[in-house]
T-cell receptor, first 110, second 114 residues
Framework: SQQGEEDPQALSIQEGENATMNCSYK?????LQWYRQNSGRGLVHLIL?????REKHSGRLRVTLDTSKKSSSLLITASRAADTASYFC??????????FGKGTLLTVNP | DAGVTQSPTHLIKTRGQQVTLRCSPK?????VSWYQQALGQGPQFIFQ???????QRGNFPDRFSGHQFPNYSSELNVNALLLGDSALYLC?????????????FGDGTRLSIL
């Protein structure tokens, strides 16, 4: 079963624009993580935000977490063609496993 | 510093056969988790191995089994293959069962069932 649900399912933007992806989940969590997957490859960890944190930055990435609304957002600023990939949110509860959403396919056009 | 390696990269089997997939964790990691990713979907957790024991299992039938060796590498075995088992199988490694840690993924094994 999928806990996280990303929105939108697909997003197409021009290079230099910002991209925002949202994630909603259903149960209480220890943390929420965002991963990137290039076509046919494994997942690459981007950022982890704990349940007691509200916002986190890493380079061009900004993640917010609202536990009252059970939602998170990932903002990629000044996007590049190399950012083209699928982006997944994953929630971790107390049972040591990650539960992934279906992902957002981001296309950045040169 | 070698990352997570998986073998083989691609595999074609027929229904009813059995398959074994292999994973070597990132150097310094002792925990291996396996995921199944169907086309267009997010990864689904199969199980996690730590200290050579299965510690956590997702919603997968007993046809899916695994093993972890003393060097922390792991195998995923699937018996009586079904068409629906066609997917990308991903291995992820971490330390100390990985709670609140990033998971390091391999590039996966693409399994096709004919």
């Amino acid at each position: 079963s999928q806990q996280g649900e990303e929105d939108p399912q697909a997003l197409s933007i021009q290079e230099g624009e910002n991209a925002t992806m949202n994630c909603s989940y259903k149960t209480s969590i220890n943390n929420l993580q965002w991963y990137r997957q290039n076509s046919g490859r494994g997942l690459v960890h981007l950022i982890l935000i704990r349940s007691n944190e509200r916002e986190k930055h890493s380079g061009r990435l900004r993640v917010t977490l609202d536990t009252s609304k059970k939602s998170s957002s990932l903002l990629i600023t000044a996007s590049r063609a190399a950012d083209t990939a699928s982006y997944f949110c994953a929630t971790e509860s107390s049972n040591y496993k990650l539960t992934f959403g279906k992902g957002t396919l981001l296309t950045v056009n040169p | 510093d070698a990352g997570v390696t998986q073998s083989p990269t691609h595999l074609i089997k027929t229904r009813g056969q059995q398959v074994t997939l292999r994973c070597s964790p990132k150097s310094g990691h002792d925990t291996v988790s396996w995921y199944q990713q169907a086309l267009g979907q997010g990864p689904q957790f199969i199980f996690q191995y730590y200290e050579e024991e299965e510690r956590q299992r997702g919603n997968f039938p007993d046809r899916f089994s695994g093993h972890q060796f003393p060097n922390y590498s792991s195998e995923l075995n699937v018996n009586a293959l079904l068409l629906g088992d066609s997917a990308l199988y991903l291995c992820a490694s971490s330390k100390d069962r990985g709670l609140s840690q990033p998971q390091h993924f391999g590039d996966g094994t693409r399994l096709s069932i004919l």
